[in-house]
């Protein structure tokens, strides 16, 4: 049904645009299905890393790549901090020294300090001639908030956005999780969707390497250890609400609310598409969605709502 929706003639003239900030080691495995009539703009400045995306190319309708830095100025050059592990490399100064209780701040160490070729994310849009963005996603370690709000006008648009703020201070100067949210609450457009907090044990390598300085005895010892809050993956959808809204961004966003599991929401878009449009389309993505509500019960979904509530049961 996906691909039904996405061969229609909205999407000729208008493909589904994908941003992925930080695209190291792979870009979204969750656009895989859309990927063939999609247009995808990645950026990465950490090249040891980015290999991949030559694979990439043939999956996607268009594929644009940038082994540069995407911030939201429009500086030719900028200094980037080069880490020992290439997903915490960032344009802003890690603070490795202030991680120091975690076993993970090794990640943080800067290898080097170089000179790289910056674009800011509005120029690029500009210059690929890309007025609307469709998904958004963000791991720029730091600059989150700052590069969605580099999008101006194409922001309100966006159907998926998702990012990675940091809780604890790793970087100099950063956009917070805090931020993020009193600027997502402020703007008004977006639900949120997902939230999955992420994080590491705070013990110190040193301790854990009392348990076995390497191998799978000390990653047990490491993984049984409790995680404290470390950075979240939070997904906002819009909400579409905007009276200008249009066929094609119901048809889109439904695909979308699908892709990530908001089957109830998808629902709710085909709703308040009948609103304004006639479109026999309609019922066949309704029967679709009440489908996927009814299998996710048969694969046993509900589970971790029956463990949380005996849980209760055994603590009450």
Partial sequence: MIQKILQRPEFEQQPPVLIDVGASGRLHPIWRRVAPYAVC???????RDFAYATDEKGKYRKLYTFNCIVTDTEAPEIDFHLTAHPHCSSLLRPQSELLQEYDFAWKFDVDRKIKLKNRSLNSVLAELKLDYVDWFKTDSQGLDWRLFENLGPRKNGVKVAEFEPGIISSYEGEDKMYSLLAGMEQNGHFWMSDFVVKGSPRIKKAALNQFGKQGFWRKLHYFAHKQTPGWGEITYLNRFDNPQTTLRDYL?????????????????????????????????????????????????????????????????
């Fill in 252 to 316: 889109l966003g439904w695909v979308f609310a699908i892709l990530c599991q908001q089957h109830g929401f998808a629902l709710l878009l085909i709703e308040k598409a009948r609103v304004r449009f006639d479109d026999a389309a309609f019922d066949d993505m309704e029967t679709y969605t009440k489908r996927q509500i009814s299998g996710r019960v048969w694969k046993l979904k509900f589970w971790h709502a029956v463990v949380l509530k005996w849980n209760d049961l055994l603590n009450a």
């Fill in 41 to 47: 703009v990645a950026f990465d400045a950490d090249a």
